[in-house]
């Protein structure tokens, strides 16, 4: 394969939650460092909270992805989390002739003799976040035709629930089910990720959730606005061994030169970039989010 | 005859006998296939028999009350605690027959042990094949959190069951593991405790193994299991709280290994490693026997919603800052689905042929399996592998088929087992049913050792009915109880107090609850005889006092029933009628309950004759038996008041005595408010020496004045008289005395103060002035009793807050309401 064109960026990813009491412990678990694969180099890159936790651990989760565990113990009424740092991105590389085999081949719990299926098996099972859904598997099917090549079959379910849906963050809420999403035909990135995730799992294909960045473009004419840009989601398919085709039917595209990667796993549950427990007397907060990938000239 | 010759004779005339003449054949644990006794049993031969169904009825009997003397409960989900029922018919298993089990199920703990290190581990069974992924992968115990590389623990089961249960040929076969919290151990200790007391020449002669030492074993096991080389390794068993369903379990465990038995607000985590609150500071925890499922045991990281866990304990155990047993992730083996895979897994990891077969059992996932499953659906068991809840009880072949099809990975099919049979004591005689046994393997030294013993139930359609004793005969006498003559028993082992603000919280109530019931059984019983001498002779001075009194009690319960008498039995029996003496009694068996791994069992033998009188209450509809059962219930909360005498002076003693003493308070303040006024002199006196009963001072009045009842001297000698131990006087003596024990008291916390404030006022106050004549009033009496009550009600939520005060509950990020949602 030619060498593919190679982008670096500059992402700084704030978080910060506002109590109107003081919260005396707060314990985190994050998913803000991105993984380091081939088509993606990850160059100096940190996790910042504050106030400064009393306690803080790096590891590698079932999945790979870098995970960062904080305590907070010093009383406060704002924890800020920010993650940032330098990586560069460039297309991922697809096997053309892995792309033209049967979708059928490629379903992991039916195949078990597949290299690498008994661990795919683990994306081809219904999740607590993307259960079995009927209705799903019937949307699918239209897609999904006997003997289609399994690049051609997924990417033209990408092309309808990208025409079919509509991109709208009032119609559903993070904890939006499958179903939910199928009956309001509209979402945003993180449903329709699970919405894709269901369909496939429904066939038997294996399929993980994508978190991480897109970087977007401005419009014609107009200055990059900083943090504009905000946390996405995707997915992957499987294609045998190690082989995955990462889509994103959000913006109608396979995976690009655009898009950080975080973390991958069964669905979002897996990888919120953040999530915690707070004690506190506090009877309300307030979240503030911001995503800035700046591309860094070269 | 005798009881085990009709049960042979009854298993001989097949009409006579319980099991159906259609069903299967089963091996009869007692009796062998030619009519006569089996080896264990017929070592006992001579004992048997001159047992016959009139000595039965009469241990059947002392088995009740030992159990409900103990309180020994279990409930199932949403239901109401059940008495634990033991059948008084023990299983008996010889030496040589034990043997081979004992080789089978070691082996078996062995491999579950080294399958559960090798699936957060290698992988090695999943990326070969040996077991298929998704069984593993779609059960939802198998934890990823714990699933990482830079985790491991090489003896993740330290503690695991094994229900059995026998074909009939009498071989035994493997029905299912209990490896994430196994309960049962506690309730096997107390079948022995009470078998062995209900039948001491049998359980004599029997010769069997003792289970103390096992215990001993399981204590040294655990405080090994610490990481590092700790000189005093501080266990706790934790527990999901006094609602679950075998709570006694937890708490029997607990007090039996001198552990502290906490919940998971009682625990909190700072930089990584477990903590337990107590009084003055927070102590490190090493151990943790679990008895929470894994998923409610860590709000950070698995179910966001639990207020069982503790936030942050993952990450300890993936530190290796504090070990968890069983490890987190040992619920995945409770899974039928890896049956039929364990044979191929013993040969892979330990090199040996699995010698205790399971239950025949298909998975679905496997083609062959889902052939196999859909084809015999009228012989096959279908359920799912992790019990998640897809009830197919009672569905029809199709439905089954189409939700099989629809995620085949999720279920098994099994072949159930006949089961063996055992006599069981049917009231009458004793009759055939099915049983299973559960057995306990733990991780002691370098080897797996199975408890020589059990817990068997007895089998009505699926569902236990009851249990049984499993008795493991000795080979000889000499021979060492549980084959451990080298585990040190545990000789200075005391229950180290938990005196965490939970148990201070529970104890505190204790004593609040114990005295309320305590006065208005004592009420009850005066009014009670104003009821049955005063009743038909209204507007005479006696039938005055009785309005009065019964009219003091409707304010302090509320009323419930026009008549009398039957108002009175609804105080004594109605839970739900706040205020009532029977409310008072559940709420401080409640609380005992809270803290039972600290009391001693006397305090449950009290509780027990309390539930008796309730139950012949119930059963009497005569107006006497009111008087007869309010007496019983008072002498068995005095048995609980004598139990606390002989408890170890601790924070939580002096807290419960701080209750006592607040609610004693109280109770003489109300009672005082609602009855001492102006209604004729007559009648003032026939109330005030009803007052003088119900507050227990009536002898000391007399000693005092004589029979010149008037109201200055009830009042100094109930609230001023320092010596009266009924006084309010003599309360905030105890109060000042008490709180001041009490670990975080400084001589100058808010408690504390608001006592000085109290006492400066009653010893301010003229006992003449107080009587006071304001109309048909006592004005001034009447004024400072108010003030009284505010106060000592301030200063009980003053004691909470210092003393008990848990802090706010765990939330997740993002749980609070979020007032709007920023962009920036």
């Known amino acids: 394969m030619t060498e593919t064109a190679s982008t670096r960026y500059r992402v700084e990813h704030r978080t910060t939650y506002t109590y109107d009491d003081d919260v005396t412990d707060s314990l985190g678990v994050g998913h803000l460092l991105p993984r380091s694969l081939p088509w993606q180099q990850v160059g100096s890159y940190d996790v910042t909270v504050t106030p400064a936790p009393s306690d803080v651990n790096s590891d590698t989760d079932y999945y790979g992805n870098s995970v960062l565990y904080f305590q907070v113990t010093s009383p406060h009424t704002e924890l800020l989390v920010v993650g940032g740092g330098d990586v560069t991105v460039s297309v991922p590389v697809v096997d053309e002739a892995a792309l033209a085999r049967p979708w059928e081949e490629l379903r992991p719990l039916v195949r078990r003799d597949l290299p690498g299926a008994w661990q795919a098996a683990d994306f081809a099972l219904p999740s607590a976040g993307v259960p079995l859904h009927v209705g799903v598997r019937d949307y699918a099917a239209a897609s999904l035709v006997p003997g289609r090549p399994i690049g051609e079959a997924v990417t033209d379910l990408m092309h309808r629930i990208h025409a079919e849906f509509d991109y709208d963050a009032t119609a559903t809420t993070v904890t939006s089910t499958v179903a939910e999403i199928l009956a309001k035909r509209a979402g945003v990135c993180q449903d329709f990720a699970h919405l894709t995730l269901a369909a496939l799992r429904s066939h038997g294909l294996a399929a993980r959730y994508v978190s991480g960045y897109l970087a977007t473009e401005p419009p014609p004419g107009k200055e990059r606005v900083v943090g504009a840009d905000a946390s996405h989601a995707w997915v992957q398919v499987w294609l045998g061994g190690d082989d995955w085709l990462a889509l994103d039917p959000t913006n109608d595209q396979w995976q690009n030169e655009r898009y950080v990667t975080l973390a991958w796993g069964r669905d979002y549950g897996d990888v919120p970039p953040l999530k915690g427990v707070i004690f506190t007397e506090a009877t309300t907060s307030t979240l503030a989010v911001s995503v800035d990938v700046a591309p860094v000239p070269s | ?824």
């Open chain 2, 1 to 824: 005859m005798t009881l085990l010759r009709d049960y042979a004779a009854g298993l001989n005339q097949p009409t006579l006998s319980q099991l159906t003449p259609d069903g299967p054949p089963r091996f009869d644990e007692v009796i062998g296939p030619d009519g006569s006794l089996r080896a264990p049993w017929k070592r006992l031969a001579e004992v048997v028999a001159n047992i016959d169904a009139d000595d039965m009825r009469r241990v059947a009997a002392e088995i009740d009350r030992f159990l409900e003397d103990d309180g020994v409960t279990i409930s199932r989900p949403g239901e109401r605690p059940t008495r634990w029922r033991l059948d008084p018919v023990p299983v008996l298993v010889d030496a040589a027959s034990w043997k081979q089990l004992e080789v089978g199920l070691a082996q078996r703990a062995e491999l579950l042990n080294a399958v559960l290190a090798d699936l957060y581990g290698d992988q090695t069974l999943l990326a070969e094949g040996i077991i298929p992924a998704p069984v593993v992968l779609a059960h939802r115990g198998f934890t990823r959190i714990v699933a990482r590389p830079s985790v491991t623990d090489p003896r993740p089961l330290v503690l695991s069951a094994t229900d059995l249960g026998r074909d009939a040929d009498g071989a035994w076969h493997v029905l299912g593991d209990r490896t994430q919290a196994p309960s049962g151990l506690g309730y096997a200790l107390e079948n022995r405790r009470v078998l062995s007391r209900v039948m001491p020449e049998l359980h004599r002669e029997a010769d069997l193994h003792r289970m103390a030492p096992y215990l001993w074993a399981l204590r040294s096991a655990l405080l090994q299991s610490a990481t590092g080389d700790l000189p005093d390794p501080r266990v706790v068993v934790l527990s999901p709280g006094s609602h679950s369903e075998t709570y006694y379990d937890q708490a029997a465990i607990a007090t039996n290994l001198g552990f502290p038995l906490v919940q998971g607000s009682d625990l909190t985590v700072r930089d990584g490693w477990v903590l337990m609150r107590t009084p003055r500071r927070l102590e490190r925890v090493d151990v943790i026997l679990r008895r929470l499922d894994a998923d409610w045991s860590d709000p950070l990281e698995l179910r966001g919603d639990s207020q069982l866990g503790v936030a942050g304990i993952a990450e300890a155990v993936r530190r290796g800052r504090v070990r968890v047993v069983n490890g987190l992730g040992a619920g995945v083996l409770e899974n039928p689905g890896l049956l039929p895979y364990l044979p191929a897994a013993s040969e892979h990891l330990l090199g040996e042929a699995l010698r205790l077969p399971s239950q025949s059992t298909w998975w679905c996932g496997d083609p062959d399996g889902l052939d196999h499953v859909l084809s015999h659906l009228d012989e096959l068991t279908v359920r799912t592998i992790d019990g998640s809840d897809l009830t197919l009880a009672g569905a029809s072949p199709e439905r089954i088929r189409l939700t099989v099809l629809a995620r085949p990975w999720l279920f098994v099919g099994q072949a159930p087992l006949a089961l063996s049979q055992a006599p069981s004591w049917g009231g009458a005689s004793a009759r055939a049913s099915a049983i299973a046994v559960r057995t306990f393997t733990l991780r002691y030294g370098s080897a797996y050792r199975p408890l020589m013993g059990g817990l068997a139930s007895v089998r009505d359609g699926g569902r236990s009915v009851a249990s049984k004793d499993v008795w493991v005969l000795k080979e000889e006498t000499a021979e060492a109880d549980q084959g451990l003559a080298d585990v040190m028993p545990m000789t200075a082992v005391r229950s180290l107090p938990a005196t965490v603000p939970r148990v201070l919280d529970d104890m505190f109530w204790m004593g609040r609850y114990a005295e309320r019931a305590e006065d208005l059984l004592r009420l009850v019983l005066v009014v009670h005889v104003l009821v049955a001498d005063y009743r038909t002779r209204p507007r005479t001075t006696g039938g005055v006092s009785l309005e009065v009194m019964m009219d003091a009690v409707h304010r302090l319960t509320g009323r419930q029933h026009d008549d009398d008498d039957e108002d009175l039995r609804s105080i004594l029996l109605d839970e739900d009628r706040v205020g009532s003496a029977a409310h008072a009694l559940a709420s401080l068996r409640d609380a005992l309950t809270g803290v039972r791994d600290q009391m001693s069992l006397d305090a449950w033998r009290a509780m027990g004759s309390v539930e008796r009188a309730t139950a012949v209450l119930e059963g009497s509809r005569h107006s006497h038996q009111i008087a007869e059962s309010a007496g019983r219930m008072l002498t068995g909360v005095l048995a609980l008041q004598g139990v606390t005498a002989s408890m170890i002076r601790d924070a939580g003693w002096h807290i419960g005595v701080v209750g006592r003493h607040l609610e004693r308070g109280l109770q003489i303040t109300h009672l005082l408010r609602l009855t001492v006024e102006r209604r004729g002199i007559d009648v003032d006196r026939e109330v005030l020496s009803a007052v003088l009963t119900a507050a227990e001072s009536s002898v000391t009045h007399r000693r005092r004045y004589r029979d010149y009842v008037r109201p200055a001297g009830v009042l100094d000698l109930l609230l001023r008289d320092p010596e009266n131990p009924r006084s309010l006087a003599f309360s905030l003596d105890q109060l000042r005395d008490h709180l001041a024990a009490l670990p975080a008291s400084t001589g100058s916390t808010r408690p504390e103060r608001l006592l000085d404030d109290l006492v400066a006022e009653l010893s301010g106050i003229d006992v003449s002035a107080l009587v006071a004549i304001g109309g048909v009033r006592r004005p001034h009496l009447a004024a400072f009793l108010d003030s009284v009550q505010v106060q000592l009600e301030r200063l009980a939520v003053a004691v909470g807050e210092l003393h008990f005060a848990t802090g706010p509950r765990p939330r997740s990020f993002g749980a609070l309401p979020v007032r709007e949602e920023v962009t920036v």
